[in-house]
């Protein structure tokens, strides 16, 4: 007998994006990290919390937290459930759903933590390839019909956002669950959050780490109808979100105006950065997230990679099928678009404009 | 096709204890929490806190909070994985080593989260009966052999401590993996830790939710070597511990006198809430942690539960084989145990003494 299972054994684990060493000054556009800092409200609520109070367990289904999302939201709050961040939710409906005989599928490419997920439930994985067009391939999922399919939407890294109504329409031709994942849907202009209320089998996966600027902190949530909450919830920890970033988190929901401004900014961002890569000669995919994926003009995708690397900035390459001549980078500040550009030029990747 | 899996659609989830409502005022000795608030280094930590910084996703291996647990332990920082809460590790532990065909034992009474992540994985559960007096059933473990085997040392809810050398005869007979939850340790005469050093397939875990006052904030950590660890961290979360939880944890930790004057003091009380039950009929069970198990006088562990509660006292009890004549009742402050005793004897609970 071996310590684990052996799908375990036969895995790799998922490898999380480069971080600098501490105290390396670097322009960090490789994870799809918000360049704002939260919403003052944050550091406001930090300085009124109850440090006491941490002796005693959290609240198990962290009310405050999922009533500021249903708020926000327009939902009910029991419609909420809340995650150590969304892998969290990812990770229960994993166990919950997924397994031998009860494949999970999803586009590629696409967040590979679906697959590391797959890979732990030894499920069957399902690949479906998006169009050329790298538009979500949600005919083709219809056809899959797994336990348990994945749509991340905008998706990373292509950017690509599915429209509400197909998704609709994907989700009444499943037998299984549908999770949306929409880490990116604040930067997007159109969400697909009344999918739930027309599906039973749908959930829509949201995180407070882009949109409100805590991927520190680990807080994300789902948002179904009770009767697919009940099941997920048991494979849930019994407390998996502390007080603290609970607290936090609400107050962060809470400051619209704040994470109104910071979306803004980021979005005329993305704008500014498309057209000055464009005037480079790259090509510059569609995009709903904090990010944009564009092709690398002459396609040498780690190339680039390595020049900005070698000028401290720092942007993400996927070393997989159709993807070897791009590259993903965040959406930054206009002083990190500013560097990135510079130090494009500074490598002679792409035309001096 | 159900939503779920078979056996996720057959199991009950587990049902964490009851939480007071808010603004309620209750004598809370039900859920092992500790009665004083964490270290004031935990205060400092939060005030010096960047906020800004949560921006960015945290370091996926805790290093800072690993590094103060391997610091205080005397091991190296390699051979911890940190978790959110110790729930998080118990989770990460069935998920890599058990389900069908891969067992999972445990001596009864005990915390019943492992049979509910048996449960979740389709594992046969084998349940190994504690002896007469409740002493843990190490030899019998051996014989199952299990491919994965907890044993809760200080076990709750009993109180009983399993001896380091037993648990280092009993990782070497097992193939499978032997997991030591020390999630009381702190309170108890001796721990295991040094079984890791001499198995390696052993892992001992720890949390702060209860010597270091910090339930509410869900840290914990495994201790194994580093070929086990290895295979763990593949069903670990990308970013499973929040960087705002490990810096205060960190400090905590690293506050040595608060933490052994803290636990002075529950030591010291415990011996007096023993006496003082003892002295009302009560049979008092020998205990390592910060809780004791006790046999009601006249065997109404449910009536004496909700005499208490109808005084604002809430304690444990467990509707389960060889617990219905008893309590588990945790460790507050003096004037806690002075609430309980007047409830008590207010109740006519137990001989007035």
Redesign the interface.
């Known amino acids: 007998?071996t310590?684990?299972?052996k799908n375990?054994?036969a895995?790799?684990?998922?490898v999380?994006?480069e971080?600098p060493e501490a105290g390396q000054r670097v322009v960090?556009l490789n994870?799809n990290?918000?360049?704002?800092?939260?919403s003052p409200a944050?550091?406001e609520a930090?300085k009124a919390?109850d440090?006491?109070?941490?002796?005693?367990?959290?609240?198990?289904m962290a009310t405050a937290l999922c009533k500021a999302a249903g708020e926000v939201l327009g939902v009910p709050s029991e419609w909420i459930l809340p995650g150590?961040?969304s892998?969290?939710l990812i990770?229960m409906l994993a166990?919950?759903?997924?397994?031998p005989g009860?494949p999970i599928a999803y586009p590629t490419p696409t967040f590979p933590?679906y697959r590391?997920q797959g890979q732990?439930e030894?499920a069957e994985l399902v690949e479906v390839p998006a169009a050329e067009d790298f538009s979500l391939p949600i005919g083709r999922l219809a056809e899959v019909n797994a336990?348990l399919t994945f749509v991340c939407s905008p998706n990373s890294p292509t950017g690509a956002v599915a429209d509400a109504d197909a998704l609709a329409e994907l989700a009444g031709r499943l037998?299984?669950?549908l999770v949306i994942d929409e880490a990116y849907v604040d930067f997007a202009d159109a969400d697909a959050l009344s999918v739930v209320g027309r599906c039973d089998?749908v959930i829509v996966l949201r995180t407070l780490?882009k949109g409100y600027?805590?991927?520190?902190?680990?807080l994300g949530f789902g948002i179904a109808r009770p009767p697919?909450l009940e099941?997920?919830?048991?494979?849930?920890?019994?407390?998996?979100?502390?007080?603290?970033?609970a607290a936090?988190g609400a107050a962060a929901m809470r400051d619209r105006a704040y994470h109104a401004e910071c979306v803004a900014r980021i979005r005329s961002e993305r704008a500014r950065l498309a057209a000055a890569l464009e005037a480079r000669g790259f090509v510059v995919w569609p995009s709903g997230g904090n990010f944009l994926m564009v092709t690398v003009p002459g396609g040498d995708g780690r190339g680039a990679l390595e020049a900005l690397k070698a000028r401290n900035v720092l942007v993400r390459y996927f070393q997989q099928d159709r993807l070897l001549d791009k590259l993903r980078i965040s959406v930054g500040r206009p002083v990190d678009t500013d560097a990135l550009l510079a130090a494009l030029d500074d490598a002679g990747v792409g035309n001096t404009p």
């Open positions: 007998m310590y684990f299972r375990i054994e895995m790799a684990g998922y999380p994006g971080q960090k994870q990290e918000n360049p704002y800092p939260p944050v550091v930090m919390f440090a006491g109070g941490l002796r005693l367990y959290p609240d198990p150590d961040g892998d969290d990770m166990r919950a759903a997924a397994g009860r933590f590391t732990i030894g336990a037998s299984g669950i089998n780490s600027c805590l991927a520190g902190l680990r697919l099941g997920l919830v048991k494979t849930k920890a019994i407390y998996n979100v502390g007080a603290l970033p936090l």
